[in-house]
Structure formats: structure tokens, C-alpha cells
């Protein structure tokens, strides 16, 4: 019972972590912008399909295409924002934007529907089937363990650019009070494709990750992205600790409600957690002061 | 008689031409299109339609963008068969029942979001949508689950003395019935906007605070607004289930929502006649475009995406522009 426990706890991280990558764009992107990029999602599934292709097309190796998927990752935010975000950004309307990068979604979607098809890809990483042996019968194989360390060491990585470098710093200021940022000399039009980068970057790597755990067809991202909504509101938008213990808390809660109830409920028991939690917590989690977004 | 009482009498009696217009076009539509095919088409259209105008009226009007159109849908379309076959309930009552039943959750879910506004309450009826999405897929002593309901019978006749039956089986008829009360739903609507109801809608959409300074109270205007939408998706689901005949969860996945919102959006939001156009538009494109490949959500997300970049106000604006451009073009010609 004890060695069921502990295997769902660390199959719980392995999906909080790619959870938490990929839901950290989100909040970052909130942070900044107060915006929502619903083709984040598509972000995911084209970056697993990039490091797809990669390894077995190109025959490179699967730890530069987690590389490669960042790079695309990178490139994407970067279109996403100067084509949608930026030119909308004029017009000061708060749910334009979403409703746009909802047509984005459904766009890319499709087109990777037509191109790939509806049959999932088969991208066994090299490191899926070599196990690691843990304490009292269970085990963590070498791409989970790959997720857990590539996952921890980028999330650290990010908190300590946001926390001490000025660019960072910048951008903290920018979430605060875009205005008053501005007078300071900062350029938020900058800072925002800044976001938009890294967000991305996130998510195509997230996706890399994903590919070998999660079934890979066009659809991929959609399904962890309403998800990755789910863990943004619970941890708090634009909050970033919060997305973190929420990303990691709904790994663990899945993986649980998947053992001991039924693997068809998980859904709706992370689902009511969100609806809950916005009628009784707005907030999220680690309260800020925001409640004009409320 | 003011300028502007004679201004809204002469759009009055504008409005009741057009309407007659759009009722003999759509009496005519079944007997242009004969073969199976294009009756179906049609039934979607009109189907579209409800849900379309439905949600404008959410989100155009009362500026509540709903993410979970498709839920209110597929409550309609449940609740209405089971009553009929799991209670033997009449199919005018269980038709009834459904659109209350969805314009009951749509308006629990306003009140429960009514402090969350714009993302929040998106993101909340998205999640409520995939939770009603998940029970009709695990509930299968209920629903059967990813099997589906077979055989759900259409209408009952109709039979008045000393006319011939009217059945549904048929698909004019069939047409004529959804069609029928999308134009009710429309004209329903259309009142409702120009009232004062209307009216106190417009000043919630555009500022709260200062509509509530003026005593409008929001809370019960955006849970209307929201119950009525949503009532009129469930009854789109009702006629849903009875005209295809089978019920299965995926057909209101929120990818249903989402075409749903384009056809608002690509219509223009905020009028009634832009949806229906939107609804119109995007039901027929992507079937004529069938022979290049399953293009049809393509189609969806493009147009949703370059609508919101370039005319934001969709047909009816365009429409404007077009006809601003041709006013000016005589006047510009007797210039030169």
C-alpha cells in the first residue's frame, strides 16, 4: 500500500512538473499583460512535435530536441505576441485578445490535424524503458526522472532571473503597475515579447517532455492546457510561487484520484477544485493585492 | 412628431420588411434544396442560429464572455431524451423541461461567476463545460456513456382537423419547425434588447460601477441574460437530439463552444443579425469547401482570428463599410 502511495506521489511530480511548465507561461504572460494566450496550448503540441521529428526523422539525439523545442517555443511567442497580442494591444479591449488566440488554437490545430493526422505518434524517448529501482519496490524511469530534474533546475532558473537579475526585476515591475514601470524608464512593449518568449520557451519545452508520457496527436496541448487554466487560477494569476505549489498539488491530486477512485473522474475532481476555488478563493492560493482583476 | 420618434417609426417599419422577406426566403429554402443532404445543412443552420444568437446575447449584450456554450447545448440535448425515454414524458414538456433546466444552470453559473469578471468567468465556464462534458462521458447508467443514445424519435406529429398531418420525420417540416422557433427566439430577443431591459444591459456592458450608480442592478440583469442565452442553447439541444436521432457526449466537446463563439464573433457581436449571418456563413462555407479536405475548423479559426484582427465588428460592419463605399461612389463620380 505504502509502495502504491509512494510510485503515485512521484508519478504525481513527474505531470505537476510539465503541469507547472506549462501553466507558468501562462501566469507570466497574466503577469504582464492581464492577458490570456489561449495558443499556448498549440505551443505545447508543436514543440513535441518538433523534438518528435527531430529525434526520429533527423535522428538526433532526445536531449537537444528538448533544445530544439525551446528554440521553437521561443519563436512562436515571439509571432504570437507581434501578430496578435501588440496590435490588439491598441485597442485596450480586454477579451479581443483570448477570443484571437482562440483562432489561433483551432487554426493550428486543424492544420497540424491535416498535415500529421488523428493517429497518435509513437515517440518512445530512449529513456522510457530504462527504470530506475527506488526504495521499497518502486521505480521512476530515466525520461521521468529527466522531466523532474530538466523541469526543477528551469523553474529555479527563472525564480532566481526574476528575483535578482534587473531584467527581471523589470518585469516584476512591469506586472506591478505598467505605467509607473514605464515613467521609469522602462519599455514595456520590451519586456512584454520578453514574456512572451520565455512563456513559449516553457511550453516548448514542456512539450518535448510531454510527448513520450502523454499520447502525442494535435490535440496534446488542448487537453493539458485547459488544465494548465485550472492550476493558473488556483495558484493565483500572475502569481508565480502560487503556480507552482498549485502545478505540482494537481499532479499529486490526479495521480491519487486516478489510484483510488476512477481515472475518468480526474477531470471532473480537478475541474471542481477550480470552480470552488473561484467561488470561495479568487485570489488563489497565496493572496495578492489585485483585486481589480476580480 | 419628434425627428427621432419618426427616425425609429421609419426602422420599425424597415425591420418588419425585412422580416417578412427573411420568412418568405426561408418558407422557399426547402423546396430549392430537395436532396437530403442540403435539408440537413439547413436543419444545422437554423440549429446554429439559436446558439448563435443565444450566446450574442451573452456575451454581445451583457458582456459576458462564455466560454461553455457548448454545456447549456448538450443539457438541452440530454435532458430532453431522457426525460422522453427514460420517464416517457411528452416531447413538448421534455423540450420545455431541457430549455428550463439549461437556462437554470446557465444562470446558477452567472451567479455563482457574478463577482468574477471578464477572464475568470471565462475560464470558469470553460471548466464547467468540461465537467458536463466528463459526467455525460462517465455517467453511463445515465447516459450511456461514450455509446451514445440510439434512436431518439423525432417531433410527434402534428394533426389539426381537416389539414393534413404534419410530420417531422419529414425534413421540410423538420426545417420549418427549428427554423420557426429560431425566428421566435430572434424576435424575442430583438424586443427584449430594444426595451428598457436592453437598455440597462448596454450600461452594465460598458461601465458597472456607473451602471449600478443609477440603481440598475447588475447581479439580476447579467443572471438573465446569461439564463436566457443558455435556455435557448438547451432548446437548440433538444431539437439536436430529435433531428439527428443519436446523443453522444463529444458532440458538445468545448471545441462546440468555440465555433459557436466564431460564428458570433464573424457575424458581428453585439447585434442580433450579425449571428445569424455568422451562423449562416460558417454552416455553409465549410461544406461547400468539403472537396479541399476537412477544412471546416480551419476555416473556423481563421476567420475567427482575422475577424477579431481586421473588422472586429464582423459582417454587419463590413457590411457598413461596403455600403458607406457605395453611397460615396455617385458622389464622387458627379464631381469629377
Known sequence: MLTVALQQGINGIVFGSLYVLVALGLTLIYGVLVQINFAHADIVTIGAFAAYFFTFVFGGNYLVSIGIAVIVGAALGWLVNAAIFAPLRERGSELLPLIATIGVSILLQNAMLLWFGPIPYAFDSPYSNEVIRLWGGTFITWQNLIIIVVSALTIALLYA?????????????????????????INPNQLVMLTFVIASALAGMGGAMLGPVLVLTPFAGTSLIVKAFAIVIIGGFGNVEGTIIAGLAVGLIE????????????DIVVFTLLLL?????????????????? | ?????????????????????????????????????????LIVCALNVILAIGL??????????????????????????????KLGVPFWIAFAAGMALSGAAGMALSLFAVRLRGHYLAIASLGFAVI????????????????????????PDIAVPGLPILSFGNSANMFYLVAGFAFLFYVLLDQLVRSPIGEALAAIREDEVSAASFGINCTVWKVFAFGMGSALAGAAGAFYASFVGTLVPDAFIITESFTILAMVIVGGMGTLTGPVWGAILLTVLPELLRGIGDLRL??????????????????????????????CLPIASTRQ
Do not use: C
Not at chain 2, 419618426?6 to 418558407?27: D, E, T, Y
Not at chain 2, 456575451?59 to 426525460?83: E, K, R
Open chain 1, 255 to 266: 495521480s491519487f484520484a486516478t489510484q483510488l477512485i476512477n481515472p475518468g473522474l480526474t
Open chain 2, 1 to 41: 412628431m419628434s425627428s427621432e420618434a419618426r427616425l425609429r417609426a421609419s426602422q420599425s417599419g424597415k425591420r418588419r420588411w425585412w422580416l417578412l422577406i427573411a420568412i418568405v426566403v426561408v418558407a422557399t429554402l426547402p423546396l430549392l434544396f430537395q436532396d437530403s443532404y442540403w435539408r440537413a445543412n
Open chain 2, 56 to 85: 450574442d446575447f451573452i456575451l454581445g449584450y451583457a458582456g459576458q464572455l462564455n466560454l461553455g456554450h457548448s454545456a447549456f447545448y448538450g443539457i438541452g440535448a440530454y435532458a430532453s431524451t431522457l426525460l422522453i425515454i
Open chain 1, 161 to 185: 532571473f526574476m528575483k535578482f537579475t534587473m531584467m527581471g526585476k523589470a518585469l516584476r515591475a512591469v506586472a506591478q503597475d505598467r505605467e509607473t514601470a514605464g515613467l521609469m524608464g
Open chain 2, 298 to 327: 480551419v476555416v473556423y479559426g481563421a476567420a475567427l482570428t482575422l475577424v477579431v484582427l481586421f473588422v472586429p465588428g464582423g459582417m454587419v460592419q463590413a457590411a457598413r463599410i461596403v455600403r458607406a463605399r457605395l453611397a
Open chain 1, 277 to 294: 476555488m473561484l467561488a470561495f478563493r479568487p485570489t488563489g492560493l497565496i493572496a495578492e493585492k489585485r483585486e481589480e482583476n476580480v
Open chain 2, 132 to 155: 458536463v462534458h466528463q459526467v455525460l462521458l462517465n455517467w453511463i447508467s445515465l447516459t450511456q456513456g461514450p455509446l451514445g443514445i440510439y434512436a431518439i424519435k423525432p417531433p
